[in-house]
């Protein structure tokens, strides 16, 4: 017996099989041919993934004219069957329904960004040589010499292991 697996609406035997993790726990649903279309599984731009697998987990709709977008028009009901906002003001707008989205799917739900190490560590040098010259700078017009000769020696120093970490 080749397929074992049942459709979880209708108990016939199941060919449309989606998986989801959401909070680190995997969700599984399996459909028929029928089932899968009628729920919008086939055709990408009337299928919702979030809407078969979390029914209930999106916050009740506000009622009335907060359910729309004030700018576009875009109802919740239509950010859940495509996925995706109709304008920039919908993030505002139902920013109290995709907050918590955000947080469970997310670490937040402001981004951050990612910066690579290398990224970081020449960036923290540069900033050091200029922090380095122009204390320098400083020191030679207010004829402050012993420390000018400190930070030259300072600047030599930072800009040879620079020149070695690039090397390496």
Known sequence: MANSLKCDLCSKPATVHLTQIVNSKIHKVDLCEACAQAKGVTDPSGFSLADLLLKASL?????????KCTACGFTSQDFKKAGRFGCPSCYEHFSKMLEPMLETMHKGNAHT???PHRAVARKSHYERL???ETELDQAIKSE???DAARYRDELTQVRESGDKKSTS
């Open 59 to 67: 916050n009740p709709e506000p009622a009335g004219d907060a359910a």
């Open 130 to 132: 200029t922090q380095l």
């Open 113 to 115: 960004g990612k910066i």
């Open 144 to 146: 402050r010499y012993e």
